[in-house]
């Protein structure tokens, strides 16, 4: 079992920047792949950002070049750094963990997060 816990989340305004964290739960952080997706309010939950056990990374075309995810497996921390943030970026941002790579499609992942509301103000 694996429990995520984000923060992080904050109101900025455009063109600034914000770091989420991730928390993991478990001796086993290392073995899993983990992703940020975002959901808006009447839409579908979509992809952000994976990262492998191993470091190797994946984006979504509206956030690569501002994006970046990392992982700390000493701290069982993943993170997305977010710069240059716009107002379609507004979303709440849930972390996901499983055991296969890559984590960029939302059924079939086994284990998520609550999410960490960001709003990016025009």
């Known amino acids: 079992q694996v429990q995520l816990v984000e923060s992080g989340g904050g109101l900025v305004q455009a063109g600034g920047s914000l770091r989420l964290s991730c928390a993991a739960s478990?001796?086993?952080?290392?073995?899993?792949?983990m992703g940020w997706f975002r959901q808006t309010p009447g839409k579908e939950r979509e992809f952000v950002a994976t990262?492998?056990?191993?470091?190797?990374?994946h984006y979504a075309d509206s956030v690569k070049g501002r994006f970046t995810i990392s992982r700390d497996n000493a701290k069982n921390t993943v993170y997305l750094q977010m710069n240059s943030l716009k107002p379609e970026d507004t979303a709440v941002y849930y972390c996901?963990?499983?055991?296969?790579?890559?984590?960029?499609?939302?059924?079939?992942?086994?284990?998520w997060g609550k999410g960490t509301p960001v709003t990016v103000s025009s």
């Open positions: 996901a963990a499983d055991t296969w790579y890559p984590l960029s499609e939302v059924y079939g992942i086994k284990y």
């Open positions: 478990g001796r086993t952080f290392s073995s899993y792949a």
């Open positions: 990262i492998s056990w191993s470091g190797s990374t």
